[in-house]
């Protein structure tokens, strides 16, 4: 009974999954557990829940499906809503920060996070019939604990005689890491490979590797719309700043209003003199003018401009290191009468709508061009690509297991996700995938694989979730790939100092602790926020500190050197002013953020908040999360503790002295292993100013400074409790409050 449009029923069947209908529905009623692999775009995760649906898995349950990132969860419910003809109150998303989930919906999409959380409160997941887990090969922390525990759950539904399937869906990559793992299945589960149509793509390597990939991507782009055949570019770059960066040189040089310029220029070069062989007609074809000189339509590109403004994440003293050289200047008659290109960003914190664009046709005459951060790898296919330019990074963050030093790592990735990659230009015909570095370093350099998130990342959350779920021998657990035995100790013990275990046994702080959805450490600053009235404070705090990069460090919008000068000051007053005066230097960075929060919160009721934070420093995106995560707290407060007398107060006062005090000591209750202690004159004595603002940090031998930005550069306080320390040139720390010695 769904009633799809004629449109989408027909790029519906284009899709050869569905031809495979019926027998992927048949091995589903044979097995509980079954595996679906095919490559990216040939319809797993906008058709599968369909043929569920229409099977009748959401006449009584739920047809429950997670993916790793948010925008996936987000873009693919909405695109299957539209696809059935059904309404969002029927195919819902739930992520961290919001949804739109009613008691109507039958189709749930969510993040993998957010089942985690759901089978603490229902370890059998009784209302789901059907759990797809999608993405499965990009082997996400959440996703590979799923599995692990749904391979438990689904024998125990088939014992109660109310059986859940479970669908693992995966790119066709490694998938040995689920069928041959004895201990995760017995019995290997049946592989279901969807055949996709995928068309030759020739790889071309660069003869040398050169290591500014920003810039070789930005010739090659133009080589290919000045040279090439029609066809849209994919660019596959490491990050956000470097996906915006070149969207706008790409924009600046093939500018859309360009060709109705060259039209114009034309007609008026055709009266004064003839310069034309023939008419110039047909919008889709260029023609070449004899007279070149006469057309420059773009006066200056500044192909020295390789400064990636706003990369917060690793831009301290070394920001702005990124070479300029003159050596290749790009011909511009060339560029001048080429196709004008759009050119469209697509990156994680992009909004839907943004995001959305990918999918629909470029304006007539243009040329599509995508750049990209590696989420067009799998999770969304673009239309219509037949050029794909890797530069074969990846942008990794990195944690020291033992000392938790975190940084951002730029390496080459895999050579299984720059398969990935090529395989993009496949899709609708013959394609070309230019990989700008030489075949010797991507035989020699790259792994065969990415490794496993689980096994990058600190596993506090999930070791403490787990134990809540009474699995008592962690280590003991099917995961697809185990955590190594250190990151799993330190765990352990940094849950026993925070007192969320004791013994190895969940205590009720513990409890508690794992009801938010938020790191431990913030979890235990909540819970213990019960009493003084503080707990309007802590929300605002903890979300704010697990939003990242709420603060810039740089202007995301490009202006001259000088106005980014100016800006930086305002933003630097603006920081000693919320942090306030000398003696309350109470929470010193913490503060800066809790005032921001409440700041755009107050803002938002009088004014515009985007034009807010721009002016202030705040990036608007960590804003809005930081506001539903807010709301989300209070909410889950309320629920767990009915006497808790909280709302989400738009004009919350300030903290009072006496209130930021205990403040702090909620900050080092959950933050009290990360102390750093100054390390004083007499210790480096003729070294001292080179040694200004640094600390000695627990165990680490070598000296960890305080961050740029950091409001407590002034008074350097003796000791102090940071929230996070990341290395760049240098180690700093991020997030800083003074502690006074009792
Ligand atoms: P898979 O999960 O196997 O990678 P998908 O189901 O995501 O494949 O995609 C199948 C097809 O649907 C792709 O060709 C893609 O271009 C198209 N598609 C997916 N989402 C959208 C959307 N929001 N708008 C238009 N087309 C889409
Ligand atoms: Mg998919």
Avoid at 64 to 85: K, Y
Avoid at 237 to 246: D, I, R, S, W
Avoid at 543 to 554: F, G, N, P, R, W
Wanted: charged share 25%; glycine share 4%.
């Amino acid at each position: 009974d769904v009633i799809r449009s004629e449109q989408i029923q027909a790029a519906r069947l284009k899709l050869p999954i569905l031809a495979e209908e019926q027998q992927i529905m048949e091995v589903i009623y044979e097995n509980s557990i079954i595996i679906i692999a095919g490559e990216t775009g040939s319809g797993k995760t906008t058709q599968v829940p369909q043929f569920l649906y229409e099977a009748g898995f959401a006449l009584d349950k739920q047809i429950g499906v997670t993916e790793p990132r948010r925008v996936a969860a987000i873009s693919m419910s909405n695109r299957i809503a539209h696809e059935m003809n059904l309404s969002t109150k029927e195919v819902s998303y739930l992520i961290r920060f919001e949804g739109n989930v009613t008691d109507d919906t039958k189709i749930k999409f969510m993040t993998d996070g957010v089942l985690l959380k759901e089978i603490q409160s229902d370890f059998l997941l009784s209302k789901y019939s059907v759990v797809i887990l999608d993405e499965a090969h990009e082997r996400s922390v959440y996703t590979d604990i799923l599995i692990g525990l749904l391979s438990r759950i689904v024998p125990l539904r088939h014992k109660r005689n109310d059986p859940l399937k479970l669908i693992i869906m995966s790119a066709t990559l490694r998938l040995e890491d689920f069928t041959e793992n004895q201990r995760l299945f017995k019995n290997p589960p049946p592989v279901i490979k969807v055949e996709a149509r995928q068309f030759p793509v020739t790889c071309h390597f660069n003869k040398r590797t050169n290591e500014n990939y920003l810039k070789e991507a930005f010739i090659k782009a133009v080589k290919i719309n000045t040279k090439l055949p029609d066809g849209g570019i994919l660019i596959f770059v490491t990050g956000q700043q470097e996906v915006n960066y070149l969207v706008r040189k790409l924009k600046k040089a093939f500018p859309l209003r360009h060709k109705n310029k060259i039209l114009q220029q034309n007609e008026q070069l055709k009266k004064d003199d003839k310069v034309f062989e023939s008419e110039d007609d047909d919008l889709g074809k260029k023609k070449t003018p004899k007279n070149k000189n006469k057309i420059k339509i773009i006066p200056e590109i500044n192909l020295n401009d390789y400064s990636i403004p706003g990369d917060n994440e690793n831009i301290d003293e070394e920001f702005s290191d990124l070479e300029d050289d003159e050596d290749d200047k790009v011909d511009e008659t060339v560029i001048s009468n080429a196709q004008p290109l759009w050119t469209l960003p697509l990156y994680s914190l992009l909004s839907t709508s943004q995001q959305q664009k990918v999918f629909e046709s470029p304006p007539p005459g243009c040329r599509l061009c995508v750049i990209s951060t590696n989420i067009a790898e799998t999770s969304l296919t673009i239309p219509n690509i037949k050029y794909v330019v890797d530069t074969g990074k990846t942008k990794v963050k990195l944690y020291d297991k033992v000392t938790g030093v975190t940084s951002y790592v730029i390496s080459w990735t895999s050579k299984a996700s720059a398969n990935q990659r090529a395989g993009r230009a496949g899709r609708v015909g013959p394609g070309h995938c230019y990989r700008l570095y030489s075949s010797a370093v991507f035989n020699d350099e790259f792994r065969e694989y990415s490794v496993p998130e689980i096994q990058e990342k600190p596993v506090d959350d999930l070791y403490l979730q787990m134990k809540c779920l009474n699995i008592d021998k962690i280590i003991n657990f099917p995961f697809p790939t185990a955590p190594n035995l250190l990151q799993l100790k330190t765990a352990e013990s940094r849950l026993e100092t925070l007192g969320a275990l004791n013994k190895g046994t969940v205590t009720p702080l513990g409890r508690a602790i794992s009801k938010f959805p938020v790191l431990p450490r913030f979890g235990k600053m909540l819970a213990l926020s019960h009493q003084q009235n503080l707990l309007p404070y802590t929300i605002c705090l903890v979300a704010a500190l697990s939003v990242q990069e709420v603060l810039l460090e740089v202007p995301v919008v490009q202006t001259s050197q000088e106005k980014q000068k100016e800006l930086r000051q305002k933003w630097s007053l603006t920081r000693q002013k919320w942090a306030g005066r000398a003696n309350s230097l109470l929470l010193g960075d913490n503060m800066v953020l809790l005032k921001a929060v409440g700041a755009a919160e107050y803002a938002n009721s009088e004014q515009n908040l985007e034009k807010f934070c721009f002016n202030n420093g705040l990036r608007y995106k960590a804003v809005q999360e930081i506001r539903k995560l807010r709301v989300q707290l209070t909410n889950e407060i309320k629920k767990n503790i009915p006497d808790a007398d909280v709302i989400v107060d738009p004009k919350l006062e300030p903290p009072t002295d006496i209130q930021a005090k205990l403040l702090r000591q909620i900050l080092l209750s959950g933050m009290g292993d990360q102390v750093a202690k100054k390390i004083l004159p007499e210790e480096v004595n003729e070294n001292y100013v080179k040694f200004k603002y640094a600390y000695n940090a627990n165990n680490m031998e070598e000296p960890v400074f305080l961050h740029r930005g950091s409001v407590l550069k002034k008074s350097l306080p003796e000791f102090v409790v940071y929230q996070e320390i990341y290395e760049t040139n240098k180690m700093y720390m991020r997030g800083v409050t003074a502690i006074e010695p009792e």
